[in-house]
C-alpha cells in the first residue's frame, strides 16, 4: 500500500510516526511544506523538511518539534557570546544540515536532490520530497508590519493581529511530489496549518490539479478541535484568511481537493456540504494514539483509490 502525506512541521510529523508503526518506509511519501525556507549566514534552513527527515530517522526533538533530540548548543551560545543576535535556537547537529544543505544548493544541486542526499545519510527509506524546487515564501501581515513566519513565531512569540498572509515568489510544482500524489492508494492531508503549512503547497498549480482529480481518495485530518488548533496559532491565520477556525472551516477549505475529512470524536454532528466527515480520536500524545490514527485512516482509506 502506498500512502503521501502533506506536512508541515509538528502535526503530520506525529501522524508519520503512527504509519511509520504500520508501513515499510518505502511506501511512504511526504510531500513537504518549503514556504519557510530560508539562508541563513550558515546554510540553507528548510524547518519543515528538516522535522520530517528527523522523524523519519527516529531522531526528532519531540518536545518542540523541530531539531534533534539531545543536540547541543555550542555554536548557538558561542555566536551570542561574541555578540551575534542569532534569534532562532540552531543546534549544533541540526546545522551541519543546514551547512551540507546550503553548500550542494550552491553547487546546483536541486532542493529535491538535496533531501534525497540528506535520505540517503540518514537511512531513510520513505520519500521526502519538497513541495516545489523553487523560491515560495510566506509573507505574514500582521498589526506591526510584514514579516516572516519565524520572525512571527519566535521573535514577535504569535502575538501581534494578523491581518492576512500572502506568499510571495512563483514557484512551479517538483514533478516528484506530483508523481507521488498521483502514485499513491490514498494521500493524507495531515493535520498541519492550513494557512502556513498546507496552502503553500496547494498553491501549487500540478498539485492542487491532481489533488481534485483524485479527490475521493484524498482525506484531511482536522488540526483543530473544537474552537481551537491542538497547538500554535493556527486559528489566527485561518481567521486573516476568512475561514472560520473550525474543523468545519477547515473542511470547507480544502472541500475542492479532499472528499473526506477526520474530526475528533468529541465534535459535535457536523456538515460540511460535498465532504463526508469521520469521526475518531485525532489527539496524538502517545505513540498508540499515532498508531491508532493511521489505522484508522488505511482502514477508511484502503478501498477508495
Ligand atoms: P508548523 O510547520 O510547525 O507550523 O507545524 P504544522 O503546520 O505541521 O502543524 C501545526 C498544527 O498541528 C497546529 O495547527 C496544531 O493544531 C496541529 N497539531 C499538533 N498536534 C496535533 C495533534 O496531536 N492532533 C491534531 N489533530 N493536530 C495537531
Known sequence: MKVTLLSGGTGTPKLLQGFMQLLPQEEIAVVVNTAEDTWLPHGYLSPDIDTVLYTLAGLVNEETWYGLRGDTFATHEQLR?????EFMNIGDLDRATHIMRGELLRQGLTLEQVTRRLCEAFGIKASVLPMTNQELRSVIVTSQGEMDLHEFLIKHRAEPDVLGVRF??????????????????????????????????????????????????????SPIVGNMPVSGPADK?????????????V??????????????????????????????????RTPGDKRRLAEFLIKLMKHRH
Do not use: Q, W
Open 81 to 85: 557570546r561574541l555578540g551575534f543576535d
Open 168 to 221: 510571495e515568489g512563483r514557484a512551479e510544482a517538483c514533478e516528484a511530489s506530483v508523481a507521488a500524489i498521483k502514485e499513491a492508494d490514498f494521500v493524507v492531508i495531515g493535520p498541519s496549518n492550513p494557512v502556513t503549512s498546507i496552502m503553500p503547497i496547494l498553491s501549487m498549480k500540478e498539485i492542487r490539479a491532481s489533488l481534485e482529480r483524485r479527490r475521493e481518495s484524498v482525506v484531511a485530518v
Open 237 to 249: 491565520f485561518l481567521r486573516a484568511f476568512g475561514v472560520e477556525p473550525t474543523p468545519r472551516g
Open 251 to 284: 473542511a470547507c477549505l480544502y472541500r475542492d481537493v479532499a472528499a473526506h475529512m477526520v474530526v475528533d470524536e468529541s465534535e459535535a454532528e457536523l456538515h460540511a456540504d460535498g465532504v463526508e466527515v469521520h469521526r475518531t480520536g485525532i489527539l496524538m
